[in-house]
Nanobody, 127 residues
Framework: QVQLVESGGGLVQAGGSLRLSCAAS????????MGWFRQAPGKEREFVAS????????YYTDSVKGRFTISRDNAKNTLYLQMNNLKPEDTAVYYC????????????????????WGQGTQVTVSS
């Protein structure tokens, strides 16, 4: 069974930075792409970023390009999201997720392509 545990959220002022971590259990972490999503109150869960199995390929939603960086350390079974120049509109619960087997790269922006989710970590950006 795969378990994903996020950490690193908190309250930060606009323009500040946070680094989220996602610790994964199991020996298959390095075999899968991973993704970060977020969900603000009253809104649907939205894609933030994805990374392929070895970190050589990444993809971001337009609103975070140039500010957020997704990365991974397969030796530590850990996924990261470095968030810089945070804005109030970045306020949300952030989730890491692992896609189902057979999911293709171009579909990794879609929540239903993910089989495993963490419990989420709250990020609040004050203006």
């Amino acid at each position: 069974q795969v378990q994903l545990v996020e950490s690193g959220g908190g309250l930060v002022q606009a323009g500040g930075s946070l680094r989220l971590s996602c610790a994964a259990s199991g020996r298959t972490f390095s075999s899968y792409a991973m993704g970060w999503f977020r969900q603000a109150p009253g809104k649907e869960r939205e894609f933030v970023a994805s990374i392929n199995w070895n970190g050589g390929r990444t993809y971001y939603t337009d609103s975070v390009k140039g500010r957020f960086t997704i990365s991974r350390d397969n030796a530590k079974n850990t996924l990261y999201l470095q968030m810089n120049n945070l804005k109030p509109e970045d306020t949300a619960v952030y989730y890491c997720a692992r896609p189902r087997g057979g999911a293709i790269w171009s579909d990794l922006t879609k929540p239903h392509e993910y089989a495993y989710w963490g419990q989420g970590t709250q990020v609040t950006v004050s203006s």
